[in-house]
């Protein structure tokens, strides 16, 4: 949908079919402008890893590079895939698909503000923010089922990596967005980036970060664990397990495998926008131009992290999400109860 000042421009929202049409339009292009966007993720991706690691990037094809990533997406598409004897062929198909749809499915709900009133969403729901949490978690499916299906140990126990480390970090993934809920309110994300105050003189919208810094600092830890992004890459780890659970995936079902890990890293850099950065607020900015501009600074904190720190090890994972983390939520969810109480 698209909100204006009018609840229902031209009568066209009242109207079945138009409401359908505008739903359906809407759709085609959020997929459009997501894969479009995840591509020059990763075209962002290696032009800053060159920077850091003082070596060119992409630099040949098209102004800069700026055509690599489409060149690199046509030969996706035609690569050759192949299957190894004795996988589960229907499984080892549905697999990748599941990682796809379980990111692109939690985009029904994430509005995005465009310019003054105008907000983009396809559905407003009250509880939008554990829609997300819900159908983000389905990658546990699609890693599990890919690597059982391929017939292969490395591949299997890829898999269950990643259950395991998944499982873990939903729960301080959770517990972190307790006390955001309690401070706002309410779960529909557009309240979220609407929070204001009333403090002294000021009147208007607040970054959430300033009152719950510690679920941020949660938050981004899991998000980075969530997306199987260094350095929680322990799933894929080729030193260890060749390729994990992608390690029989080749073709077009390997890039939808590459294609969610990235759609995963833009829309968690969306939601921490949008849950801590005040959304589409920013002083004299339109408010895509807002949203774009943080989304790529939280994008490069993980394509930073990638190319700083190491891979930790299997246990130092689980004591991070079960002895620090998993704690600290739980603590940070008391003490933001209390302060609530106390000042409400």
């Given at each position: 949908?698209?909100?204006?000042?009018?609840p229902d421009p031209f009568?066209?929202?009242?109207?079945?079919?138009?409401?359908?049409?505008?739903?359906?339009?809407?759709?085609?292009?959020l997929a459009f402008v997501l894969i479009?966007?995840?591509?020059?993720?990763?075209?962002?991706?290696?032009?800053?890893?060159?920077?850091?690691?003082?070596?060119?990037?992409?630099?040949?094809v098209g102004p800069g590079g700026?055509?690599?990533?489409?060149?690199?997406?046509?030969?996706?598409?035609?690569?050759?895939?192949?299957?190894?004897?004795?996988?589960?062929?229907?499984?080892?198909?549905?697999?990748?698909?599941?990682?796809?749809?379980?990111?692109l499915l939690g985009w029904a709900v994430i509005p995005v503000g465009i310019w003054g009133s105008i907000t983009y969403w396809i559905s407003d729901l009250?509880?939008?923010?554990?829609?997300?949490?819900?159908?983000?978690?389905?990658?546990?499916?699609?890693?599990?089922?890919?690597?059982?299906?391929?017939?292969?140990?490395?591949?299997?126990?890829?898999?269950?990596?990643?259950?395991?480390?998944?499982?873990?970090?939903?729960?301080?993934?959770?517990?972190?967005?307790?006390?955001?809920?309690?401070?706002?309110?309410?779960?529909?994300l557009q309240d979220i980036v609407g929070f204001t105050v009333h403090w002294g003189p000021y009147s208007g919208p607040i970054p959430l970060l300033l009152l719950a810094p510690v679920?941020?600092?949660i938050y981004l830890v899991a998000a980075v664990a969530e997306t199987n992004r260094a350095p929680f890459d322990l799933p894929e780890a080729e030193q260890e397990l060749i390729g994990g659970f992608l390690t029989e995936y080749s073709g077009f079902r390997f890039f939808m495998f590459y294609l969610a890990e990235y759609l995963g890293v833009l829309t968690q850099s969306t939601l921490i926008a949008l849950l801590f950065f005040g959304g589409w607020y920013l002083p004299l900015i339109p408010g895509a131009i807002a949203l774009f501009i943080k989304v790529v600074l939280l994008v490069f904190i993980f394509i930073w992290l990638r190319g700083t720190l190491p891979r930790l090890r299997y246990d130092m994972l689980m004591r991070l999400g079960w002895k620090a983390l998993l704690p600290l939520g739980i603590a940070n969810v008391l003490v933001t109860s209390i302060l609530v109480v106390l000042l409400s």
């Open positions: 949908m698209i909100r204006l000042d009018t009568g066209i929202y009242s109207n079945p079919v138009g409401h359908w049409f505008v739903v359906v339009i809407a759709m085609l292009l479009t966007a995840t591509a020059y993720v990763v075209f962002f991706e290696r032009i800053a890893l060159g920077w850091m690691q003082r070596r060119p990037g992409p630099n040949r700026f055509l690599q990533l489409a060149a690199d997406g046509v030969k996706g598409l035609f690569k050759e895939g192949f299957a190894p004897v004795g996988v589960d062929r229907v499984l080892f198909v549905v697999a990748p698909g599941i990682a796809v749809a379980s990111v009250n509880i939008g923010i554990l829609l997300v949490l819900a159908v983000s978690s389905m990658n546990v499916y699609a890693i599990m089922l890919g690597g059982w299906a391929s017939n292969n140990k490395y591949s299997l126990l890829g898999g269950m990596r990643a259950a395991a480390q998944l499982i873990s970090y939903e729960m301080a993934m959770g517990l972190s967005l307790v006390p955001v809920f309690l401070i706002v309110g309410s779960l529909r679920s941020f600092l």
